[in-house]
């Protein structure tokens, strides 16, 4: 087996990260509850999504660099939308393989490689959601019982 090599050194937890984070969660929770309330069609659903969160960001009245509200806004997107935190392993072409071993143990394959990525899950519960979101179309449940 090959050794895991480091994709990119891990960022230490700081406080800037700590409230991106409850910025994001904050902005997946309004932008979700808007949905239900309102659901849009499926075609509509990325576009919609765009403009509730720039909704929602300009009621939050924060002035974000242009590019930490752009990346901000696709992860946002990209765990309403596709498979949270992987997504751009999942769409990058030189990657075989994505392994989530937990919410911090995340690998990918490339070139034969196992590299360990810096990517993260918020917890245990949100790997568990895309990994519903991932088997879903496939017919299949979790077998723990939920």
């Known amino acids: 087996m090959n050794t895991p090599q480091r994709l990119q050194p891990a960022q230490p937890a700081n406080p800037q990260s700590t409230e991106l984070a409850k910025l994001k969660s904050f902005l997946i929770g309004s932008v979700t509850r808007e949905m239900e ?3 849009p069609s499926i075609q509509d659903r990325p576009r919609s999504i765009q403009d509730l969160l720039t909704k929602v960001y300009q009621q939050t ?3 974000l660099p242009d590019s930490l509200r752009q990346q901000l806004f696709r992860d946002v997107q990209d765990d309403l ?3 949270g935190p992987i997504q751009p392993l999942l769409d990058d072409a ?3 393989e994505v392994m989530v071993n ?3 143990n995340v690998y990918i394959e490339r070139r034969g490689k196992l590299i360990k ?3 993260t ?3 245990d519960a949100h790997v568990m959601r895309i990994i519903d979101r991932i088997v879903l179309p496939l017919g299949r449940r979790e077998r723990s019982g939920r």
């Open 81 to 83: 939308l596709g498979y």
């Open 94 to 96: 030189d990657i075989t």
């Open 102 to 104: 937990g919410p911090k």
């Open 117 to 119: 990525t810096n990517v």
């Open 121 to 123: 899950f918020v917890d």
């Open 61 to 63: 009245h924060l002035n």
């Open 37 to 39: 309330a309102n659901p």
